[in-house]
């Protein structure tokens, strides 16, 4: 991909992003002021994290370096002695479902 074309790529989607962030906090300055909207609010499944490493044919220390991730916690989620939640969540399904999108951003 000619470099112009990837930069004006990556500037389209950074754009999405920040409008997404904006709106973000807008409505949350909203809500601390007490002007509350109806928001989407989006709930998760529990994830299979080994699943998604595996499916991208990466190893543990890879995969926790690519998504800056120590390989205690990847390890833990893996074992299912803890579950991602939070950001950690909200990313882990995004890679599920779009990793070299993220792999893109993250570069």
């Known amino acids: ?58 190893t543990q220390m890879e995969f926790a370096s690519a998504f800056g991730l120590s390989v205690s916690t990847l390890r833990h989620w893996e074992r299912g002695d803890r579950v991602p939640q939070g950001p950690a969540l909200v990313l882990l399904n995004v890679v599920r479902k779009e990793p070299q999108a993220v792999l893109r951003a993250l570069r």
Do not use: W, Y
Request: hydrophobic content about 45%.
């Open 1 to 58: 991909m000619p470099a112009m074309t990837f930069m004006a790529t990556m500037a389209a989607e950074m754009s999405e992003f920040f409008h997404s962030i904006k709106q973000g906090l807008e409505e949350a300055i909203g809500c601390s002021e007490g002007k509350c909207i109806d928001a989407a609010v989006h709930e998760f499944s529990p994830i299979d994290v080994k699943n998604i490493r595996a499916g991208m044919n990466m």
